[in-house]
């Protein structure tokens, strides 16, 4: 069950509630470079980020901001674009309102907004999202918590019979700078529904403490995330652990899958995480989904495993048009099994499947369509067979999709 919120409107992008779980991502460009970002905010969009979130930490990036929302919104992306803010953001939203005027979003952390007039600059920003009707993500993060109330709930658990352990203490105080800053959010005149919270944190088990926590004790819309998740394996799988079982509880509105990327790496890989935690969840389809085995020494010849790999690449290259062309399309099931122990089974679960020869069977390839055994392919071409039959089943199945005159 979906724990119910306020819905927040990002743009035109609803977030809470029972509307789709929203992917996002951010840019590692400096913001300066206008046409730097605007490709990689491009890239990312294209990949399936439905929020972008752009660092805006000095004057050249909060100037640039507005060069780069329009040059997007001129090559028809409407993605957008969320103001990431820390120390400095009530001076640079205040100076340059352009800029406070073209971000969808502003994204602020109450550790950080100063020391001695702390809550003074977090009503300057919230102020200007008064002004220009924008809605707030308050992210608490524990590498820059609020010393100050840390420290005094640090003394107040001392003093108890039974303290606590210091890294409850530690996830509580995160939970209550993300509140205190809430209300005192709605009371410098900012809506309700106005207002996302996030706790980030770098441990799988941490997450999840937290996150509950939070969502026991409000109804705004959660960013879910972990902070600095690590490179390759590591940073999916740990972000895979974390947000899915908090997702699976019904907790999270917007995820973040924060991916280290290699030197040069390809940044649209977080997009890609994202969705597919989503979709493994069942909670969103993106893209048709290829089941096939592993392989064992039933299966010394490479022969599913390449027309595994051709299917996946062929469907990820027709997608751009398969989605304008076949709606429902994101839900295609296909399997691409290398022998007889499981594949004629997995083959008839998915809305087609092939399984194929493995060692010493006979070479033919059984297909199924809708579990009903369609056809045998044999001989030397049973990949191009295959990915006709394959063409022919979405234009026959989700051709019926589109509207009329379509």
């Not at 509630?17 to 996002?24: E, L, T």
Request: proline share 6%; charged share 20%.
């Amino acid at each position: 069950m979906r724990r119910k919120t306020v819905t927040v409107k990002i743009d035109e992008i609803p977030v809470g509630s029972d509307h789709p779980i929203v992917v996002q991502s951010m840019t590692n460009t400096d913001t300066a470079d206008i046409p730097g970002t605007v490709e990689q905010v491009k890239r990312l969009a294209d990949a399936g980020s439905e929020l972008v979130r752009i660092t805006v930490n000095n004057d050249p990036a909060a100037k640039a901001v507005p060069d780069i929302v329009n040059r997007l919104r001129q090559h028809d992306y409407m993605t957008p674009i969320i103001g990431d803010f820390h120390y400095n953001g009530h001076l640079l939203l205040t100076r340059f309102p352009d800029c406070a005027k073209m971000l969808a979003k502003y994204r602020i952390n109450p550790g950080n907004v100063g020391t001695r007039h702390r809550d003074k600059n977090f009503m300057t920003i919230i102020e200007q999202a008064v002004l220009h009707n924008k809605p707030v993500r308050i992210g608490v993060n524990w590498g820059s918590l609020d010393q100050v109330l840390l420290t005094e709930m640090m003394d107040e658990n001392s003093r108890l019979p039974e303290p606590l352990e210091a890294k409850t203490v530690m996830i509580n105080a995160m939970v209550e700078s993300a509140m205190r800053s809430a209300r005192l959010a709605e009371e410098s005149g900012l809506s309700h529904n106005k207002i996302i919270l996030s706790a980030k944190v770098s441990g799988v088990q941490d997450l999840i403490q937290v996150y509950r926590k939070l969502a026991g004790g409000s109804d705004y819309p959660l960013h879910l995330g972990l902070t600095e998740a690590g490179m390759g394996s590591k940073g999916i799988i740990a972000s895979t652990a974390g947000l899915s079982v908090l997702l699976q509880e019904g907790i999270g509105d917007t995820i973040r899958v924060s991916l280290t990327p290699k030197p040069g790496g390809d940044r649209t890989e977080e997009v890609r995480v994202a969705q597919q935690i989503l979709q493994s969840l069942e909670l969103r389809s993106f893209n048709p989904q290829v089941t096939a085995c592993p392989g064992c020494g039933r299966t010394t010849s490479s022969l599913f495993q390449k027309l595994a790999d051709d299917i996946w690449a062929y469907i990820h290259q027709q997608m751009p048009v398969w989605r304008t062309k076949f709606p429902g399309v994101e839900e295609l099931k296909v399997a691409v099994m290398g022998c007889v122990v499981n594949g004629p089974g997995e083959s008839k679960h998915a809305d087609i499947g092939i399984s194929l020869p493995g060692t010493g069977e006979a070479p033919k390839a059984p297909v199924y369509i809708d579990g009903i055994h369609a056809k045998t392919l044999r001989g030397e071409t049973i990949a191009r067979d295959f990915q006709a039959i394959l063409d022919a089943y979405v234009v026959n199945r989700f051709g019926r999709n589109q509207q009329p005159g379509g």
